[in-house]
């Protein structure tokens, strides 16, 4: 395993890291066995960093991570989110009562004394124009609640205004072979801010695992089933907002480029490492191998210059402009 830095938190990160939302909910069933068992996997490749959530299965993601935990002594650094609890999920939420009781509610489930890293969970974009939310969160740094905090972002417009707030440490984002906006301006503001990237839906929800085919289907507690047109949550999390079929056929150009040593989720996540802003990817695991298949992307070698351009080229021809521009 190889390792970033962290913006400025002086962390070195795992640049393979541990999504677990699919431990939580909304990905099919996870027995507790296969999440113990996947995060033990990922730990034992080299893996020192997990992003969570509290809705993540109603904390259930973060009791499971905490389980594990307790019985390994490596140095782990857990991130989890705050304010997606928010029934309705509006700005005014994001206020000194609820997102306290968030941070009491993680640290209880993590068990912990301080949360390491907390990030606001995709938040109304009204929020990152209102000081007041980050200066809350600055007191429960000083606290003693948490050690730092970031944001988790729907659009890059988002993650830029947020780099405004002087203690933002972190961004996370959707990146991906078929969502290579944050690339063309977030990236280098974000290196100049010293600012630590992490890409999420890295894999873009299974699509660029290559598995998928027309004849897949999903269960019904899976939001691949019940989210694709955004009836859930921002249409955005499900295949990175890509039309399915349009998905399965941008994959199927892709296949002749991926080396005979890898599979195809590994070249995906090995592209987006490709980028030095990156600090990590966190794509998801429900079972030991995927856990093990995605670690050991960071031991492929650097993808050519050809191959990059290649990939730019499929993502401006059959997926750019299918993709909602407000990403």
């Given at each position: ?32 066995e296969?999440?113990l ?9 080299g ?10 299965g ?17 140095q ?65 740094v000083?606290?003693?609640k ?41 990236f ?23 598995k ?18 955004g ?71 650097a ?25």
């Amino acid at each position: 395993m190889n390792y970033r830095s962290f913006g400025r938190t002086g962390w070195q990160l795992s640049e393979i890291s541990f999504g677990a939302w699919a431990l939580g909910a909304d990905w099919g069933h996870v027995s507790e066995e296969e999440a113990l068992d996947a995060l033990n996997a990922a730990l034992d490749e080299g893996i020192n960093f997990i992003d969570t959530a509290d809705v993540y299965g109603d904390g259930r993601s973060e009791r499971l991570i905490a389980k594990v935990l307790k019985q390994r002594s490596e140095q782990v650094y857990v991130a989890t989110k705050a304010g997606r609890r928010l029934n309705p999920h509006i700005a005014s939420g994001y206020n000194r009562e609820n997102l306290t009781a968030y941070i009491e509610r993680s640290l209880k489930n993590l068990d912990m004394e301080a949360l390491d890293l907390v990030q606001l969970h995709c938040p109304p974009t009204e929020v990152y124009y209102m000081p007041e939310t980050f200066a809350i969160l600055d007191d429960l740094v000083q606290a003693g609640k948490i050690k730092y905090y970031g944001v988790s972002v729907e659009k890059v417009e988002e993650a830029i205004k947020a780099m405004e707030f002087p203690n933002v440490q972190s961004v996370q984002i959707i990146f991906n072979i078929f969502r290579q906006r944050p690339a063309e301006l977030f990236f280098e503001l974000a290196k100049q801010n010293q600012v630590g990237i992490l890409a999420r839906v890295p894999l873009a929800s299974g699509l660029l695992t290559g598995k998928m085919t027309r004849q897949t289907t999903f269960t019904k507690d899976d939001h691949r089933n019940y989210n694709r047109h955004g009836e859930a949550f921002d249409v955005g999390e499900t295949f990175s907002g890509v039309d399915y079929e349009t998905g399965l056929e941008a994959v199927d150009q892709l296949r002749p480029l991926v080396p005979e040593n890898a599979t195809m989720a590994q070249f995906a996540l090995r592209w987006i490492l490709m980028f030095d802003a990156v600090s990590c990817a966190i794509p998801g695991a429900k079972n030991r191998q995927q856990a093990v298949d995605n670690a050991r992307a960071a031991n492929l070698p650097a993808l050519s210059p050809e191959t990059m351009a290649q990939i730019q080229a499929i993502y401006y021809n059959s997926i750019r402009d299918k993709v909602h521009q407000r990403w």
